[in-house]
């Protein structure tokens, strides 16, 4: 049977509210009445991003970016014609030459190993190396160098690359703004380095290789001039037979491929020659790491603003947390109970007035 005071003016019975369901009146008041717990939770939060921004030392970033110098045409032209004689020389390949390649390598211990046992100036410390800076403690002075490398591994060192321009930028973050930039200065000379010891190293084996081939292919050449000399001899009136005349062109064509391919070895080795000895640039610099003109941006007002709005949600969670220990009594309408909240919370201001009679 339907309850009297669930049956409105129109004579349809109202549903009732269950003890789960909870309507916006009572989410209202219970923001309302556990106003405090938020205000406490988001003023902790804010403070807690405050206190851990400001004792942080400031730091000084500076960055570089180059672009990897790709294959030279000449090393091209001869990997093809290594090609052809079905022999693959070392380092033909172009993926070195790839912003992906120098991205791993300037994160690699074969670089920054060479980079954390550097002395460095730095300004109130002298000349010092990385570890002494840092004030690394360690039981020996290989696992001093190891923590070094992490630091600039996990720390100081990061490396993008751009896909569509192909530069690789490496940016360089430490709490003195000369070691920020001698570090990255000390990445690209090192990156240099090994590219240029790499190239050079292609082109000794290359030289080898093609000094070689040049040798069979004087050879081969002299064989067939050879061939070429005996049959003139033996044929001196060659033009009037069509059959002489078939075997002179072949050999004179086998002649001039043999001396084509010679002349391309022979460039190529000097080539070579000039390459295993060149000292040039490998990387085309775009930004040269630059002096810090002053501390990283400690960004402490987005910190502030992200502390208030994560303690605004904790405290939200917090005052449902306390509120569903002590819930108002059951059948008590969350309009009601939304209004003596809200009527208790203008008591407390003097200037709202007071209580509402």
Do not use: C
Not at 134 to 163: F, H, K, M, N, Y
Not at 306 to 321: N, P, Q
Request: charged share 25%; no cysteine.
């Amino acid at each position: 049977m339907t309850d009297q005071s669930a049956i409105g003016a129109s004579g349809q019975a109202r549903p009732h509210t269950t003890d789960d369901e909870i309507s916006l009146w009572e989410v209202l008041a219970v923001l309302l009445r556990r106003r405090g717990t938020i205000l406490l939770s988001t003023v902790l939060v804010a403070a807690m991003a405050i206190k851990m921004t400001f004792p942080a030392p400031d730091t000084y970033t500076t960055s570089a970016r180059f672009r990897p110098q790709g294959s030279e045409a000449s090393n091209s032209q001869l990997m093809a014609l290594a090609s052809q004689f079905g022999v693959n020389v070392p380092g033909g390949g172009s993926e070195e030459a790839s912003p992906a390649f120098y991205a791993e390598l300037l994160t690699s211990r074969e670089i920054l190993g060479r980079v954390a046992t550097v002395r460095y100036s730095v300004q109130g410390a002298g000349t010092i190396l990385l570890k002494d800076l840092l004030e690394i403690e360690e039981d020996t002075e290989p696992l001093r160098d190891e923590e070094s490398i992490l630091w600039l591994q996990e720390q100081a060192v990061s490396v993008s690359t751009g896909r569509e321009t192909g530069t690789v930028t490496v940016t360089v973050k430490t709490e003195w703004a000369d070691l920020s930039q001698a570090i990255a200065e000390g990445l690209l000379a090192e990156v240099s380095r090994f590219h240029l010891d790499t190239r050079q190293s292609q082109a000794a084996t290359e030289r080898a290789f093609i000094a070689t081939r040049v040798e069979e292919g004087e050879r081969e050449l002299d064989e067939v001039e050879d061939m070429l000399r005996i049959f003139l001899e033996a044929n001196r009136q060659w033009e009037n037979s069509p059959l002489l005349r078939l075997q002179h062109d072949g050999l004179q064509r086998d002649v001039s491929l043999r001396q084509s391919v010679l002349t391309t070895l022979v460039q190529a080795y000097e080539q070579a020659r000039i390459t295993e000895v060149r000292d040039t640039p490998v990387l085309t610099v775009l930004q040269a790491p630059f002096f810090p003109p002053g501390p990283d941006d400690r960004r402490l007002l987005s910190r502030i603003a992200l502390g208030i709005v994560l303690g605004g949600m904790l405290g939200i969670v917090l005052a449902f947390l306390v509120e569903s220990f002590s819930r108002p009594v059951a059948g008590d309408p969350g309009r009601e109970d939304l209004q003596r909240t809200w009527d208790g919370f203008r008591s407390s201001i003097p200037f709202m007035g007071g209580r509402r009679g």
